[in-house]
């Protein structure tokens, strides 16, 4: 068996009073690219940031990249994830220069080594045009690109995406979300799960606040159902239905 | 600490580009305009109540430092809501970091404004009706005012770490008004001699019939920082249990 980069054992959180995880266990291997999608939409999201340390889970437990979380404090592990969320975050009035300065210097680089990877993430991300004007004045796309800009400056090994570059033409955000690097975990919820072909080699279901389903994306084509959520939720059906017969054989 | 500085640095710049901090000084300032403009009385003529320029200062900078902690209140909200502070915590910046940073912000806008504000009512009203030389019975009650708004600050961040922007704001400027303006206006002289938080704006606004304007106002200074910073203990308790 493959190690996990990604554990995550009986997380609970209810939000508004509805129950979104409800005990869910989840075990993603090291390169790993997982689509994670959810019904309720909230419950893959809610699930992420939990895991990015924004949101407190109301019981269970989950390590990244092999660290039990969470030290809000350590730079060393912190470089270790990276997290884009629905939200940017960063205030709109840095330039994408300055976000990218920022999240080199929170990260702890020396003027050196921040220098050489806000270049390469300049180049990487095309960040070139508007590079010193605030980010708000390139728009929505912009500030996407320099949010993800910002989670790979560190080259974390997790890397946690929710729904994210939804404001990219759809060729672009594929070439951008194909993240390099054989042992990066990708973990990409998405509400779309369509969009996400080409991007993921996994499958994954939280139905009611629990796992329904982690499978390959083969398994999926190998059934001929397609990448959405009814055809992730159908597999998760026949997955069932096999599984008693099986075990009564 | 570089972190810490790094925050108090981007709170600054937050609230200079958005205007807050030119608003917020503004209103200190403003605060002392009143009293600069009323007709002078001096100390023989006992001016009665709300006619002395002092008072007015008082009740001004009530109503300036209870909208500053507003302000403070709806800022740390907005940062949670909009995803500034989780952008911060996933880049390892503890919680109780930025709520301190936003604090030194805050505490150090509150400086900027009083200080010209002090210094326009001093030269205008109170040289006279102190020992001409001495400011120390005029600066301590400031000193005093200040302390009092950082507990309005702390009281703000409570708020903001829990609730939206407008409620928090709204109701910071509620309370902290609320128990600014009671000094002032309420029972003084007896509040100024009690070591309240706010005791300091009582004294200042009466400045001329204080028999220890010094040892009461440096008194009340330290319970007003004593109740910004169990506020502040408490805001870090709500922050770290807040969604970001």
Do not use: C
């Amino acid at each position: 068996m493959r190690p996990a980069a990604v554990v995550a054992s009986g997380l609970r959180r209810s939000v508004g009073g509805r129950r979104l995880l409800d005990g869910v266990d989840l075990r993603v291997p090291v390169g790993a690219r997982l689509l994670l999608v959810s019904e309720p939409d909230e419950a893959a999201s809610l699930m992420l940031r939990i895991m990015a340390g924004l949101v407190r889970p109301a019981g269970g437990s989950f390590d990244l990249a092999g660290v039990p979380r969470s030290d809000e404090a350590d730079a060393g592990w912190r470089r270790r994830i990276g997290y884009v969320g629905g939200e940017q975050g960063f205030y709109p009035w840095l330039s994408p220069r300055e976000v990218l300065d920022l999240a080199g210097r929170l990260a702890d680089y020396d003027a050196a080594e921040r220098t050489r990877r806000i270049d390469a993430a300049i180049e990487q991300f095309r960040l070139g045009p508007g590079l010193d004007r605030p980010v708000s004045r390139g728009g929505s796309p912009l500030a996407e690109r320099v949010a993800l800009a910002a989670a790979m400056l560190t080259d974390p090994e997790v890397l946690l995406l929710d729904d994210p570059l939804r404001s990219i033409d759809p060729a672009e955000r594929a070439r951008l979300l194909a993240v390099p690097g054989k042992r990066r975990t990708v973990v990409l919820a998405s509400r779309y799960p369509a969009s996400e072909d080409g991007l993921v080699n996994q499958v994954a279901l939280l139905l009611n606040g629990r796992l329904a389903i982690h499978a390959r994306r083969d398994d999926l084509e190998a059934q001929g159902l397609p990448l959405t959520l009814k055809g992730i939720a159908s597999l998760a059906v026949m997955r069932t239905q096999t599984m008693p017969r099986a075990a009564g054989a | 600490m570089r972190r810490f500085g790094t925050v108090t640095g981007l709170a600054l710049r937050e609230l200079w580009i958005s205007y807050r901090l030119l608003l917020a000084v503004g209103i200190l300032v403003l605060a002392g305009l009143p009293s600069a403009m009323l007709p002078h009385t001096t100390p023989a003529l006992a001016p009665t109540r709300l006619e002395s320029p002092l008072e007015w200062f008082a009740i001004g900078l009530a109503v300036a430092l209870a909208v500053v902690g507003g302000m403070a209140a709806a800022a740390l909200s907005q940062e949670r809501r909009r995803g500034s502070a989780g952008w911060l915590v996933i880049r390892a910046v503890p919680r109780p970091v930025i709520l301190l940073g936003w604090f030194a912000a805050f505490v150090l806008l509150l400086a900027i404004g009083l200080a010209p504000a002090a210094t326009l009512v001093w030269l205008t009203v109170a040289a006279p009706v102190s020992d001409v030389g001495d400011a120390w019975p005029f600066v301590a009650p400031v000193v005093g005012a200040w302390a009092a708004g950082t507990a309005a600050v702390g009281v703000g961040l409570l708020l903001g770490a829990m609730l939206s922007p407008w409620p928090a704001g709204l109701f910071t400027v509620l309370v902290a008004g609320g128990v600014l303006l009671v000094a002032v206006l309420g029972a003084f002289p007896t509040l100024a001699e009690a070591p309240a938080p706010a005791a300091g704006l009582a004294i200042l606004g009466d400045l001329p019939n204080q028999a220890r304007p010094v040892a009461d106002a440096l008194r009340a200074s330290g319970t007003a920082l004593v109740i910004a910073a169990v506020a502040l203990i408490l805001a870090i308790t709500a922050l770290g249990r807040a969604d970001l």
